[in-house]
């Protein structure tokens, strides 16, 4: 028989196991993307590299006319550990916009032993201080998928987004099922945003595939804008 001592050890500590469930397993999501009457394809690659970190990129290709302003692969990459207590810690992040001059892209490289990351931008470099442990704008729905595995319906994560800390709210606003090219899916629809802004963004997390979008709405004054669909995933 349990001791009350054990049993409320036990207890006090199911919301720290909570808080931290595990991370997705390795997958290969595909999507198509429709944005103002334009199209694209979407591939998102979550992955081991040879140094024993993680790797999560997202690699989005235009298609037709959008190919003009895009001619190369927009690209946003993180590279990132997890820490003994179990906090994503990001170690760098690449981002590439697809122009030839990449006049908006972005590297932040994060030193957690002293404390700050320092991120390069349109030529300038501005620092950062580790101490809210923000994670990089990439990292966001790693994080998501692993706190909606844990049960959370609302949660929120500060990011470095080139120049800027940024805070994002996430709320479960409901159980759905919905049907996209991949297949029929139980979701989790969830909206993203920050505090003041038009702009938001609308997920369907399927729990079957580990929490993974399987569509997501881009907003604009409660306009969508852009919709990506999942086509395939592995």
Known sequence: MIGKRVLWAILLMLPLIAAHAALPDPFTAHYDV????????????????????????????????????????????????????????????????????????????????????????EGESREFDLEPQPLDRQLMQLALMRDLAAGANETSYTVIDRHDLKTYDFTVLGRETIEVPAGKFQVLKVRKQRKGSSRATLMWCAPELQYLPVMMQQLKEDKVIATLSLTASQ
């Open 34 to 121: 429709q944005f103002s009457g334009l199209g694209g394809k979407l591939v998102s690659q979550f992955s081991h590299n040879d140094g024993g970190n993680y790797v999560f990129e997202n690699r989005t290709s235009a298609k037709g006319i959008a190919r003009l302003a895009r001619p190369r692969d927009v690209v946003d990459r993180s590279v990132f550990a997890v820490s003994d207590d179990s906090e994503l810690r990001p170690l760098v992040f690449e981002s590439e916009d697809g122009t030839r001059r990449n006049k908006n892209g972005n590297v932040v490289e994060f030193d957690w032993e002293v404390g700050n990351a320092s991120s390069a931008y």
